[in-house]
C-alpha cells in the first residue's frame, strides 16, 4: 500500500506523455487550411458550402443566399469577418422568399456560428448590414444537418484530422493532471500513516 502513491503518478505521467505524443503526431499534419502559425483549421473547413469574400462597406448591407435540401433538419450557419478589426459591428437578419423571419443577431465577433430547424425546402436569405465604421469583408458558411456533415465526418477533413486528435490530447492531459495529483495525495498519506505508526514500534 505504501507504494500506491508513486504507481497513480506514474500512471499519470503516462497519461501526459500520451496526450503529447497525440499532439505531436498532429502537428506536422496540419497545411494551409491553418490560420497563421496555429494549429487549427479555419472556421470554413467545418462547412459544406462556404461563400465567396464579399466587402460589405459601412453603412451598407449585402444578402447571402442558401438553398436547402432537405426539411425538418438543422442547418447550421455561420458568418466569418475575415478581416476582423475590434469595433467592427454587423446585424444579421433571416428570411425566406416568403417574408418569413428565423431570426436577428447582433454581432461584434470575428466568427459567429448558429443553426435553426429549417421547416421546408426553401432558399433563405442572411442579410448582412454593417454597422461599424470601417469596411468589413465577410463569408457565409452553411452545413445542412451537421452531424452527418461531410466537413465533420469526412476522416480526411482539417476538423477530423486535427481538432478530434487535440481534443483528444487535451483530454488525456487532463486526466493525466488528476491522476498525478491524486497520486500526491495517496502518497503523503501513505508517508504520514506510516510515519505515525512507527511512533508505536
Same mark, same amino acid.
Given at each position: 500500500?505504501?507504494?500506491?502513491? &508513486? $504507481?497513480?503518478?506514474?500512471?499519470?505521467?503516462?497519461?501526459?506523455?500520451?496526450?503529447?505524443?497525440?499532439?505531436?503526431?498532429?502537428?506536422?499534419?496540419?497545411?494551409?487550411?491553418?490560420?497563421?502559425?496555429?494549429?487549427?483549421?479555419?472556421?470554413?473547413?467545418?462547412? *459544406?458550402?462556404?461563400?465567396?469574400?464579399?466587402?460589405?462597406?459601412?453603412?451598407?448591407?449585402?444578402?447571402?443566399?442558401?438553398?436547402?435540401?432537405?426539411?425538418?433538419?438543422?442547418?447550421?450557419?455561420?458568418?466569418?469577418?475575415?478581416?476582423? #478589426?475590434?469595433?467592427?459591428?454587423?446585424?444579421?437578419? $433571416?428570411?425566406?422568399?416568403?417574408? @418569413?423571419?428565423?431570426?436577428?443577431? @447582433?454581432?461584434? @465577433? +470575428?466568427?459567429?456560428?448558429?443553426?435553426?430547424?429549417?421547416?421546408?425546402? @426553401?432558399?433563405?436569405?442572411?442579410?448582412?448590414?454593417? #454597422?461599424?465604421?470601417? +469596411?468589413?469583408?465577410?463569408?457565409?458558411?452553411?452545413?445542412?444537418? +451537421?452531424?452527418?456533415?461531410?466537413? %465533420?465526418?469526412? &476522416?480526411?477533413?482539417?476538423?477530423?484530422?486535427?481538432?478530434? +486528435?487535440?481534443?483528444?490530447?487535451?483530454?488525456?492531459?487532463?486526466?493525466? %493532471?488528476?491522476?498525478?495529483?491524486?497520486?500526491?495525495?495517496?502518497?503523503?498519506? *501513505?508517508?504520514? #500513516?506510516?510515519?505515525?505508526?512507527?511512533?508505536?514500534?
Amino acid at each position: 500500500m505504501k507504494k500506491r502513491g &508513486p $504507481i497513480v503518478m506514474i500512471l499519470g505521467a503516462i497519461l501526459i506523455i500520451s496526450a503529447l505524443a497525440v499532439a505531436y503526431t498532429v502537428v506536422p499534419s496540419t497545411d494551409s487550411s491553418i490560420i497563421g502559425n496555429d494549429f487549427l483549421p479555419s472556421p470554413e473547413s467545418m462547412f *459544406d458550402n462556404v461563400s465567396e469574400k464579399v466587402r460589405i462597406d459601412a453603412g451598407t448591407a449585402y444578402t447571402f443566399s442558401h438553398t436547402t435540401s432537405a426539411s425538418q433538419v438543422p442547418l447550421m450557419w455561420g458568418i466569418h469577418i475575415t478581416n476582423y #478589426k475590434p469595433d467592427d459591428h454587423v446585424s444579421i437578419s $433571416i428570411s425566406n422568399i416568403f417574408g @418569413d423571419k428565423f431570426g436577428s443577431f @447582433d454581432e461584434r @465577433d +470575428p466568427i459567429f456560428i448558429k443553426s435553426f430547424i429549417v421547416p421546408k425546402v @426553401d432558399t433563405y436569405n442572411f442579410y448582412v448590414e454593417n #454597422k461599424g465604421k470601417e +469596411p468589413v469583408t465577410i463569408t457565409m458558411m452553411f452545413s445542412e444537418n +451537421p452531424e452527418k456533415s461531410k466537413a %465533420l465526418t469526412d &476522416p480526411n477533413s482539417p476538423f477530423v484530422k486535427n481538432i478530434v +486528435p487535440l481534443a483528444m490530447a487535451g483530454f488525456l492531459l487532463i486526466i493525466g %493532471l488528476v491522476v498525478i495529483i491524486s497520486g500526491i495525495i495517496l502518497g503523503v498519506m *501513505d508517508w504520514r #500513516k506510516s510515519k505515525n505508526q512507527s511512533r508505536y514500534i
